[in-house]
């Protein structure tokens, strides 16, 4: 079964026309599935043979809570869905002084096998569809009565590992009879599938780009990233600067400071160089424990001293602050938990 929430505006008029019916039939459809409704049958002023019809090919999903965790420290919410299939992902809404954003999964489940993080441990399970993801963000939104204004794709899964669903989501939740939400206020994260780099320039879509680079060499990267292997730094950085040309948007470097393995003068001083090549801000993330990972977080001293020698090469450097410590609000790690409880498949 189709899923109708998985459709634009214009897809859903060319299926009722072709259903014989009027056009203003298409905008109360979308405007119920935004609604957040969970069956077609919700949609209480569409002739009862028209939703019928609907239903014979095509559903509506709402995704139940299978968790949800507040932080007392600064109201991070943390959500636990579960899909229509029993698989679970997590979606997080994060309150900032310039409004909410929510992180968003793409995937159930990641391949990337990155060795720092907790998504990836059970595998890639399967991808996303648009409507689930765009789920994340309106049930997100319902539920919490916060108006999101930002989204980053940076929760479970690799987007451009299911480039064409990730971005299908992206033209629905930007549409402006839907959610509305612009796209330079989207942030797409890649551990740096660079032969779908292009593809995405090519799109122009005006969303930033970040990076999960995490090392400047291919030593240290290829160590925490087997996504490394096969494309290498060079190549990547390659990748950056042609998308940077191409869309004019500056990417932005993630990069989680690993105690002892990323850390040190040298990683600083490449990094730099990369950062300036590319033209890339960098975001140091101050590394979340997780608990099956043999590496721990750098200490606050020598973030201090990365800092200073990216700052001292002219770089644009900030530190991540770090919400939600307390509702496990890392990526992956509350659905790692409930697996290893046996509550969730
Ligand atoms: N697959 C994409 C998006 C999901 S991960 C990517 O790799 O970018 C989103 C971000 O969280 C990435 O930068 C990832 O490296 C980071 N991350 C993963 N595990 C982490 C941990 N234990 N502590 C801090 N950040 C982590």
């Not at 997590?90 to 409004?99: A, D, N, P």
């Not at 409507?131 to 479970?156: A, R, T, Y």
């Not at 942030?187 to 799109?203: N, P, R, V, W």
């Not at 609000?329 to 969730?344: H, T, W």
Request: some cysteine.
């Amino acid at each position: 079964m189709k899923n109708l929430r998985s459709m634009l505006p214009d897809e859903i008029e060319q299926l009722l026309t072709e259903l014989g019916e009027p056009k203003y039939r298409a905008k109360q459809v979308f405007k119920w599935l935004g609604r957040g409704i969970g069956s077609i049958d919700e949609m209480s002023d569409i002739p009862k043979a028209l939703r019928e019809k609907l239903k014979s090919e095509y559903t509506v999903y709402k995704p139940k809570v299978l968790g949800k965790q507040v932080s007392k420290i600064d109201g991070t919410i943390k959500y636990l869905w579960e899909l229509y299939d029993g698989n679970a992902v997590e979606t997080v809404v994060m309150s900032y002084k310039h409004g909410n954003t929510v992180c968003v999964s793409t995937q159930v489940g990641c391949r990337q096998g990155c060795a720092f993080c907790a998504s990836t441990i059970g595998g890639l399970v399967r991808c996303l569809e648009p409507n689930e993801i765009l789920e994340e963000v309106m049930f997100s939104q319902l539920d919490s009565g916060k108006p999101i204004s930002n989204i980053v794709l940076m929760g479970i899964g690799e987007p451009l590992d299911n480039f064409d669903n990730v971005v299908k989501f992206l033209e629905l939740v930007n549409h402006p009879d839907g959610m509305n939400i612009g796209m330079r206020h989207i942030s797409l994260s890649t551990c740096g599938i660079t032969e779908k780099f292009d593809k995405l320039a090519e799109l122009n879509l005006q969303l930033t780009l970040s990076v999960s680079l995490h090392a400047p060499d291919d030593e240290t990267r290829s160590k925490i990233m087997p996504a490394n292997h096969g494309r290498g730094v060079d190549e990547l950085m390659e990748c950056c600067r042609r998308y940077y040309e191409k869309t004019g948007r500056r990417i932005s470097f993630e990069y989680i400071m690993i105690d002892g393995v990323n850390d040190t003068q040298y990683h600083a001083e490449l990094l730099s160089k990369r950062a300036r090549y590319v033209g890339a801000h960098v975001n140091l993330i101050p590394m979340n424990h997780v608990e099956e990972s043999r590496f721990q977080p750098s200490t606050q001293g020598h973030i201090k001293a990365f800092v200073k020698i990216l700052e001292d090469n002219g770089v644009n450097v900030t530190v991540r602050r770090k919400l939600g410590g307390d509702v496990e609000a890392s990526c992956g790690q509350l659905r790692r938990k409930m697996q290893k409880g046996n509550r969730i498949k």
